[in-house]
Structures are given as C-alpha cells and as structure tokens.
T-cell receptor, first 111, second 116 residues
C-alpha cells in the first residue's frame, strides 16, 4: 500500500529562523494535503496541492508539490512561537476516501 | 456552524472491555472517517462511511468496527480492548465523498482512550 514518509521527525529552531519539512511518497500521489496539529489539539487542514510542480503560499508558509507528484515540502519563513505544532502531509488514495499520513514533523520554536 | 463533535472526550477502560465512541459530523456532511493516533504509529486510517455505507477500511483487526446512521452520525466500537488500543481516536467529516476534488475534511477534537 501507499507509504508516506516525512522528515525530519523533530525540529528545534530559534524564533525568526526558517523551517522546512519534507514529505515523500512510495507511489505517485493524485493530491497531497497538509495539516497542522497544535499540542493537545486535533489536525487542522492547511492546504491541498493538486498539480505537478504546484507552489502555493499562505503568508509565511510556502507549499510545493514535486514535478513527479511523489514529494512535497512545507517551508515556513521567519518562524514565530505560534507556529509550534506538528505538521503532517497526507496523500489521498485513488478512491478519494482515505488519507495516508506521514509521520509528522514536530516544530518547536524557542523565543 | 458547529464543528465535528466527538464523545466522550476522555475515557479509561480495562483490558477485555469494549468501548463505543460517537461522532457527530458538521451539519450537511455525509462522509465520516475515523483515524487512530498513537505516538508510535502516528495517524492511521480506520474506516470511512458515506451515506451509511462503509466504503473503505484500514488495516485493523476485526475488533474495530463502525457504523453510520441515516443522520450521518457515526459510531465506532472496539471490543476486547488491549493495552495497545490506548490512543486518540479522531473522527473527521467532509461534505463530499471525494477528497481528490479539493474537498476539505474537518477533524473533531478526538476521544482519548486509555486502556489499563
């Protein structure tokens, strides 16, 4: 079955530094979604990427979908303490009714 | 609009018991899916329902079951609980059945199950 891997598992940064998490799939993805889960909270949808090579921005967050649609990345510029949490990527199965999540990257920001 | 509501939020059960968790999706949402989250295994898909039909099931033993009612509310049941079933159980709902079409799923706050 589809496997989605994410690195790094943890990342400590100083506030103001940049942060990037990478997601790789064992199979070609039709779409990929990104979620953020704050400590003690539940995953919250951030964005969906559909097209090969797609780049989307949300303020300080930049999401990319690889040309081969097997990898994706999330980059945060100038991190803030409010960025703390675990960021998950998730691939969607062909039937469109199941998400396969990566292991997540836990971001910790030191003020 | 109210979000996805899960009950109970926290519960403690003993090995061998069974548990039923409930999920009320966002009003108008007909697709409900369940995920198990543990520190070791991360977020894993359990099952998905649309219009009372289970359309997909994850790689979990038969002790894990679920159902969806005509009002789209869903329940999941775990029988003969094991220590390893301790986890956060998340329910998510979506307005449309196909996530590839750009539809968002919304997660509830989850039910924290501890098996002792």
């Amino acid at each position: 079955g589809q496997q989605v891997m994410q690195i790094p598992q943890y990342q400590h940064v100083q506030e103001g530094e940049d942060f990037t998490t990478y997601c790789n799939s064992s199979t070609t993805l039709s779409n990929i979604q990104w979620y953020k889960q704050r400590p003690g909270g539940h995953p919250v949808f951030l964005i969906q990427l559909v097209k090969s090579g797609e780049v989307k921005k949300q303020k300080r967050l930049t999401f990319q979908f690889g040309e081969a649609k097997k990898n994706s990345s999330l980059h945060i510029t100038a991190t803030q303490t409010t960025d703390v949490g675990t960021y998950f990527c998730a691939g969607i199965n062909n039937a469109g009714n199941m998400l396969t999540f990566g292991g997540g990257t836990r971001l910790m920001v030191k003020p | 609009k109210a979000g996805v509501t899960q009950t109970p939020r926290y519960l403690i059960k003993t090995r061998g018991q069974q548990v039923t968790l409930s999920c009320s999706p966002i009003s108008g949402h007909r697709s409900v899916s369940w995920y198990q989250q543990t520190p070791g295994q991360g977020l894993q898909f359990l099952f998905e329902y649309f219009s009372e039909t289970q359309r997909n099931k994850g790689n979990f033993p038969g002790r894990f079951s679920g159902r969806q009612f005509s009002n789209s509310r869903s329940e999941m049941n775990v029988s003969t609980l094991e220590l390893g079933d301790s986890a956060l159980y998340l329910c998510a709902s979506s307005s449309q059945p196909d996530l590839k079409a750009g539809n968002t799923i919304y997660f509830g706050e989850g039910s924290w199950l501890t098996v002792v």
